[in-house]
């Protein structure tokens, strides 16, 4: 399975496409979007879509892993910007046919680390040790998309998971 992982952002989005189908995770390419703060919101907003949309184009990823929003009462207006980044990003994916899935960052830096508050350089070096490759880990945007996307990777190779979504099919 091919897999692309997104940490959305309005000014920095990574992504990272990780293939599935050996023993090991493979780095098939990483990136960043960026947009500049001055750029008015709705060309943001394209400027972003229009990349994930040229990744998707490009790639083929079979599913997209993007991170949950997340937020707390007093960083309100930045967890709504960010659901605008998300939003454009989950359109490509819908455009394009891929499904979708929401993994909070808490829950992807303790599938690949261990610990669910695991700070930016463990999760760097944690990703970088998944993949076997350290240039992963040269952006933290990067290494947080790839870190979604071994999220995913991890948690729908499970047997635990196979088993519950064969449980509910009954």
């Known amino acids: ?78 967890a709504i910007m960010m659901g605008h980044a998300r939003g454009v990003i989950v359109m490509a994916a819908g455009a394009a046919g891929i499904p979708v899935f929401n993994y909070q960052p808490n829950r992807a830096k303790s599938i690949v680390t261990g610990a669910g508050h695991a700070p930016k350089d463990q999760v760097m070096r944690a990703v970088a040790a998944h993949l076997l490759d350290d240039s992963v880990t040269k952006n933290e945007h990067v290494a947080d998309a790839f870190a979604i996307a071994l999220c995913h990777a991890i948690i729908s190779g499970s047997p635990a998971v196979a088993a519950v979504a064969a449980a509910n099919a009954k």
């Open 1 to 78: 399975m091919r897999i692309l992982g997104v940490d959305p952002g309005l000014v920095n989005t990574g992504y990272g496409v990780i293939d599935t189908g050996s023993d090991r995770p493979q780095v098939i390419e990483g990136g960043v979007v960026r947009t500049s703060s001055k750029t008015p919101l709705e060309e943001r907003l394209h400027t972003i879509f229009q990349a994930v949309q040229e990744v998707i184009t490009e790639l083929r990823p079979d599913a997209m892993a993007i991170e949950d929003l997340h937020s707390q009462p007093r960083f309100a207006k930045t």
